[in-house]
């Protein structure tokens, strides 16, 4: 009863994620003393902004009046090539990651299995794209074939991780239930599983097939075919407007693709 | 029919949850586990088809010794025995008729099943098992529409169609109102009797227990502290499975009808 009168009628404030008043104040004024030093480093050549500038702007303007005509065949048939890679490389990629998912989920896998679906993971994520296509670009040569499999990797590391800890978040429940059944391993996926993680599946397909369509357009960049190669082109010989007109073109596509997500997951809800 | 023998079960964490158990439940008894949260009635329910692995003791289910079986046997014998969860456990995003379905998985095959061909046989069966439990105009609404009530009414669909010998009850009411709960008490006891099932229920409720089982166990930290009657459960009886509360009034404060009496 003494204790409560300490507390009464006197202001109460959140007690700090860091106690000791002293070491709070110092790792704030470190931090920002770091923060400002490491501004300070970037240095700006502001001459060189200002030519910059020029081009800078002739190239907004080029968006005021595109060119699609110019360079049409190029834009049609780099855009064909990278429509084809996107499709491919996705459904090979989800149809791969589906299994590691599983493998990869710790409340379905043995561990051995875990840790080398987990480790195969590990490996694409750790591997930019950009990295991945240049080299396979030395393997396997110029052109889609070296695009279509770095983004089919690159959709397993994505996919498979999502997948694996969608799968580790289920209701456990409902799996037991099919289990106690006596389904077989196979029958237990299909019923007490896979309906739990249909949802997450299907947008992350969406997502990912999105994402392997911007891809594409950069690994043109490093010869790995695709729209990226004729963007790569047009700047180097300064045709703005050709290259507007290929960033319009991918922006029309990314905002279709995003649309139709929306559509397609709101109705598997 | 069913015999457990010095069943014990300690979990990881070093909890014992059961110590020792024995018990033997004849052919066609329905038989209702009562006792505190964290007594061991949903562990003990989970050893017998082994959804958790017993750590010692035996199972047998007729003259199957259910704990020393590999698991292609274990899913055979499973088919004996239909399960009833707590919540339900339906999977919420399949339809009613393939939740019902899913309880033959353990008879068809991959294929039949992935593809949802099931036999003519089993989609009869469950049409008839909808029917019984009035539910037979929702066989193709996912089984997230239902309410609380339907949903546990697919969950026994699901259990029977197995054509079990034994069913496994886990909580059947424990999220329901206390109408329904007692028309799914009725409906399970009901058709026990009528395809001579064994049961064994895992309950809270000591009144809805009383009401519509035979015999009662009550199990207290991991072991049977009573098995007798219903009538059997006198104050001194409740006190020593949950511990001292005034008893009177959950004893004698519910009839038949739903209806609280009170009896003070």
Redesign the interface.
Known sequence: MSEINSFISKPWSKPSFIKRPWLRWTLIIFFLTYLLAAYATIDVNWSRVYEGLERGKKFVLAFTNPDFTTRSSDIYEGMFESIIMTITSSVVGIAISIPIALGAARNIAPLPVYLICRSIIAISRALQEIIVAILLVAIFGFGPLAGFLTLSFATIGFLSKLLAEDIESM?K??A?????????W???I???VQ??V??RLIGLSIYRLDINFRESAILGLVGAGGIGATLNTAFDRYEYDTAAAILLIIIMIVMALEYMSGVIRARVQ | MLRLEKLEKTYKTGDQALKSVQLQVPEGQVLALIGPSGAGKSTLIRCINRLVEPTSGKVYLGEVELTGLSSNNLRRERRRMGMIFQEYALVERLSVMENVLSGRLGYVGFWRSFLRRFPQSDVDEAFRLLERVGLAHMADKRADELSGGQRQRVGICRALIQNPALLLVDEPTASLDPKTSRQIMRLICELCKERGLAAIINIHDVALAQMFVQRVIGLRFGAIEFDGPPEGLTPEVLTTIYGEEDWEATIEAVDDDGDIKVTK
């Open positions: 209701d429940v409902q037991e239930a099919i289990e106690a059944s006596g389904a077989k196979m029958q237990w299909n019923y007490g309906p739990q249909m949802p």
